[in-house]
């Protein structure tokens, strides 16, 4: 908008000189327009040509008058010229230094290498849990698409370890490789794996023979997202009323139930407690599904006897609030 009104100054200004200096020599002159107007824009750009026709001594002086105009027209359009470079370039500089700061600042925040379809989608669901993250992509269209939705970016390559650095790939929780071909998320693996060998990796893979390259290179998990709508398609189709609660858990809001994994910190008052001793289900009215243990098994519908030991995760199914609860209890606050 800053903008917009400069130039609609300048346009002004500019038609302003060129009617006045074109009025003037028709009135002082008595020229005709056309030769009134060929004057007046060869004063102004003084280019040097001859009079169009002798001038008297008024003609004369208007002529100095218009061309001091056209000098002082043409500084400030060079000065709007520099300074919508200058202010440019600073917004350039300060937005970046301001998003660099930011993301210095993140601790356990998870890194998304592409911003595509997928990994727009992915941070839309991140953020609507709390979840900060830090994306990493090169494209035009997905930078525009930041700015847009606000979120911490750097703007480069995503194989490139300096670009994992800014992303803070040292203090990260997690790192999504979701960019357009399974060779450059191998390499993505590869690169982050070496330098942060207990960071948790999650990869995409286009095509199924990619799913044991992700896995030998270093990602904890391999999702093919074609695999997974096809089989959800099929669900809908076999086990519609099934899919239907499984989206209410997974995606439910406000009061809706939702299912959700808390793990049991050791500063818990029920760490080492019996599910029954807890009265999770009678307080809390929430439902335990499974259990999972420091082994990585899973003990699915537990009994009443079934300790919650610390380091393991509860997988459990119940309203947010209700939810919130019991993560504040499972993981007390300092």
Not at 71 to 79: D, L, S
Not at 149 to 169: H, Q
Not at 210 to 223: C, Q
Request: glycine residues 10%; contains cysteine; hydrophobic residues 45%.
């Amino acid at each position: 908008m800053h903008q917009f009104r400069h130039i609609a100054i300048l346009t002004i200004g500019v038609s302003a000189v060129l009617i006045t200096g074109t009025c003037g020599y028709m009135l002082i002159e008595g020229w005709p327009f056309m030769d009134a107007f060929y004057m007046t824009v060869i004063t102004l750009a003084t280019v040097g040509y001859g009079e169009t026709r002798p001038l008297g001594q008024a003609g004369r002086l208007f002529t100095i008058i218009l061309i001091f105009s056209g000098v002082g027209t043409f500084f400030y359009v060079a000065g709007l010229a520099m300074q919508f470079m200058v202010e440019g370039r600073i917004r350039q500089i300060m937005g970046r230094r301001r998003l660099d700061r930011s993301i210095a600042k993140r601790k356990g925040h998870t890194i998304v290498c592409g911003y595509g379809r997928i990994g727009r989608v992915l941070c839309r669901h991140l953020a609507a849990d709390g979840l900060e993250t830090v994306v990493i992509d090169r494209s035009e269209t997905a930078i525009r698409a930041l700015d847009e939705d606000g979120l911490l970016y750097v703007n480069g390559e995503a194989t490139d370890e300096a670009n994992l650095v800014k992303a803070g790939i040292e203090r990260a929780a997690g790192l999504v490789a979701a960019l357009g071909t399974d060779t450059d998320n191998v390499f993505l693996v590869l690169s982050a794996r070496q330098m942060r060998p207990d960071l948790y990796i999650m990869a995409r893979a286009n095509a199924n023979t990619s799913l044991s390259k992700l896995t030998a290179a270093g990602a904890n998990k391999v999702i093919s997202p074609y695999d997974i709508a096809a089989k959800r398609m099929a669900e809908s189709i076999l086990r519609p009323t099934v899919t239907d609660f499984i989206e209410l858990t997974m995606g439910g809001s406000g009061k809706e139930i939702r299912m959700e994994e808390i793990p049991i910190s050791a500063e818990s008052r029920l760490a080492s407690a019996t599910l029954a001793g807890s009265r999770i289900r009678q307080e809390l009215n929430l439902i335990v599904v499974a259990i999972k243990k420091h082994d990585g098994k899973m003990l699915f519908n537990p009994s009443f006897d079934a300790t919650l030991e610390p380091g393991e995760t509860v997988i459990v199914v119940g309203e947010w609030e209700n939810l919130d609860k019991l993560e504040e209890i499972l993981n007390p606050k300092a």
